[in-house]
């Protein structure tokens, strides 16, 4: 699987601040068996962003792209804006899947306003800003998120069980 990371952060982007999430999300998806194939620094807000993700996916460049920050309430946190602008096809399990395995840690899960969804035959999935939350999240998904890919990219055409029950 070809991976792309973008890390949206104002505070990075201007050099004031060390981007750890982009790494961890680069090593843990490494530690998978899968190929980062792209990483960048971007500022908050909608138009950085959206044109990357347009880029990414219609050049068939990536089959999965990893956001990381921008999904809270600041006002400068557009990473879902950019991302609806950008998918053709939502996939909100994956954020709800996030939430709730989130939920059980903390109760500021509820807080997280992430998104996903499908442009061409890339998957985007918005993961929270902070390390620990990106580990967290980024662990509960990357098995089930394996298999989809597979499907998306024709790789694999079936999801039902093919053994027999007795």
Do not use: W
């Not at 880029?55 to 089959?63: G, I, K, S, T, W």
């Amino acid at each position: 699987m070809r991976v792309a990371i973008l890390t949206l952060s104002d505070s990075g982007y201007a050099g004031t601040r060390e981007d750890t999430s982009g790494p961890l999300i680069a090593r843990m998806v490494e530690q998978e068996g899968h190929q980062v194939v792209y990483t960048q620094l971007l500022p908050d807000g909608i138009e950085p962003l959206y044109t990357t993700l347009c880029q990414l996916c219609d050049e068939n460049r990536a089959d999965l792209i990893l956001t990381t920050g921008g999904t809270g309430f600041s006002l400068r946190d557009l990473t879902p804006e950019a991302t609806a602008q950008a998918i053709q096809r939502p996939a909100p399990g994956i954020a709800e899947g996030m939430r709730y395995h989130s939920l059980q840690i903390t109760p500021k899960a509820m807080l997280s306003r992430a998104t996903a969804g499908i442009r061409a035959q890339t998957l985007i999935v918005n993961l929270p800003g902070s390390p620990k939350a990106v580990g967290e999240c980024l662990e509960y998904i990357l098995p089930p998120l394996a298999h989809g890919l597979e499907i998306l990219t024709g790789q694999s055409g079936n999801c039902a069980r093919t053994e027999e029950r007795t």
